[in-house]
């Protein structure tokens, strides 16, 4: 680059860095025009219309609802095998405080690093019997183990629920997420859960 050129050109350059830095208004280059902006809630209630008009929303509406039902009658559970061979087992609900355990006052009831048995202090009144839905078996099986509403309380593993309660002729409860069956430890159904002193004790009943 010939010696003159490169001297202009830092020139020029100089000359832009120091004008933007006094913060000088140019003036327009041309006509200018203001951006219109549309109201974001305009926006979207057309789009509502649009999909109303299409029946997107109807389709939406009729998905969700069937999806609903199918959560309700039959609610995500666990896949628990049908058992072939007797277990039985106990299982304790102790457990040891993280921090201070306190009444409504602040008044420390259980201090931290206390071994906690629930049962000792709330008894399970009623035996728990663990069935898969599923498997006529296993629902026989329910109304003729465990009869008595005041003494068992009926739990489906998986299955229609509806369906099943209107066969029993009973109110049912569902262990959703498998939550009931891990905490006691089941690897089979059908099965029954009762206390025994101060642990739960467990059985895994084969069906003749």
């Known amino acids: 680059?010939?010696?003159?050129?490169?001297?202009?050109?830092?020139?020029?350059?100089?000359?832009?860095?120091?004008?933007?830095?006094?913060?000088?208004?140019?003036?327009?280059?041309?006509?200018?025009?203001?951006?219109?902006?549309?109201?974001?809630?305009?926006?979207?209630?057309?789009?509502?219309?649009?999909?109303?008009?299409?029946?997107?929303?109807?389709?939406?509406?009729?998905?969700?609802?069937?999806r609903s039902k199918r959560y309700i009658t039959r609610p995500r559970g666990l896949p628990l095998p049908r058992t072939q061979t007797y277990r039985a087992y106990d299982v304790s609900l102790e457990f040891v405080t993280t921090e201070d355990i306190t009444d409504g006052h602040g008044h420390v009831l259980y201090p931290a690093g206390t071994r906690v048995n629930p049962l000792v202090f709330q008894s399970l009144t009623k035996i728990l019997c663990f069935a898969d839905g599923d498997d006529p078996d296993q629902v026989r099986w329910l109304n003729r183990h465990c009869p008595d509403p005041l003494k068992h309380k009926l739990i489906l593993v998986r299955g229609n629920y509806p369906n099943v309660a209107e066969q029993l002729g009973r109110r049912l409860y569902f262990d959703q997420h498998g939550y009931l069956a891990g905490r006691f430890g089941l690897r089979t159904v059908p099965a029954t859960v009762r206390q025994k002193e101060q642990v739960l004790y467990v059985e895994e009943i084969p069906i003749p």
């Open 1 to 66: 680059m010939h010696k003159s050129t490169w001297f202009i050109g830092i020139a020029l350059s100089a000359a832009l860095i120091g004008s933007s830095s006094h913060g000088r208004d140019l003036g327009a280059i041309g006509p200018s025009y203001a951006i219109p902006e549309r109201n974001i809630l305009e926006v979207i209630r057309e789009r509502l219309q649009e999909r109303m008009k299409d029946g997107f929303l109807e389709k939406q509406r009729r998905k969700l609802a069937e």
